[in-house]
């Protein structure tokens, strides 16, 4: 089954500065997903972007969807030591019941 | 409740010991789901349920691995003859459909077999 693969793999930055990750898929969708995992726990889901969106604000996060490139990006503004965390995309693989979810990007964010 | 409760949190298990991993679901989320994470990587997809049917077991390993997903129970997944590379964290997650809204994680469990 296809699957979100996020670029670039790890990310450091220092508290304050903007996180960009992107995630590319290979198969049409009905929405992507962005979720968080801190270190020992299980994802938490951030944002949901449906495929006819290209743009969405939730907080500090932006999110952009390409369908014609099949890629998202993922932005966190003004970044804090508590956005420390692995961010992984998920694709609905239109035709497939289940979420596909990418390798995920590490993001360690220097205080 | 509002969380996936997964128990227990760790588990060692010797080679080719049986392993049992439970999980209560967010009470009106009808959809459950597995999902294997090996070495922090990526999240490989065992099965799910709609309430207690089996919805997509294409992930499952058919010989060692079964799972369920009963009335008023948590739902189970059970390996029967753990290997080495079993040694994994197992997530569950619920949701209100498939996949048109987000899923609520659970904060799994970390099977070791030794």
């Known amino acids: 089954s296809q699957q979100g693969e996020e670029d670039p793999q790890a990310l450091s930055i220092q508290e304050g500065e903007n996180a960009t990750m992107n995630c590319s898929y290979k198969t049409s969708i009905n929405n992507l997903q962005w979720y968080r995992q801190n270190s020992g726990r299980g994802l938490v889901h951030l944002i949901l972007?449906?495929?006819?969106?290209r743009e969405k604000h939730s907080g500090r996060l932006r999110v952009t969807l390409d369908t014609s490139k099949k890629s998202s990006s993922l932005l966190i503004t003004a970044s804090r030591a508590a956005d420390t965390a692995s961010y992984f995309c998920?694709?609905?693989?239109?035709?497939?019941?289940?979420?596909?979810f990418g390798k995920g990007n590490q993001v360690v964010v220097i205080p | 409740g509002e969380e996936v409760a997964q128990t227990p949190k760790h588990l060692v298990r010797g080679e080719g010991q049986k392993a049992k991993l439970y999980c209560a679901p967010i009470?009106?989320?009808?959809?459950v789901f597995w999902y294997q994470q090996v070495l922090k990587n990526e999240f490989k997809f065992l099965i799910s349920f709609q309430n207690e049917n089996v919805f997509d077991e294409t992930g499952m390993p058919k010989e060692r691995f079964s799972a369920k997903c009963l009335p008023n129970s948590p739902c189970s997944l059970e390996i029967q003859a753990t290997k080495l590379e079993d040694s994994a964290v197992y997530f569950c997650?619920?949701?209100?459909?498939?996949?048109?809204?987000?899923?609520?994680f659970g904060s799994g469990t970390r099977l070791t077999v030794v």
């Open positions: 997650a619920s949701s209100q459909s498939v996949t048109g809204v987000g899923y609520t």
């Open positions: 998920a694709t609905d693989d239109d035709g497939n019941n289940r979420l596909a």
């Open positions: 009470k009106g989320h009808s959809y």
């Open positions: 972007i449906r495929s006819n969106e």
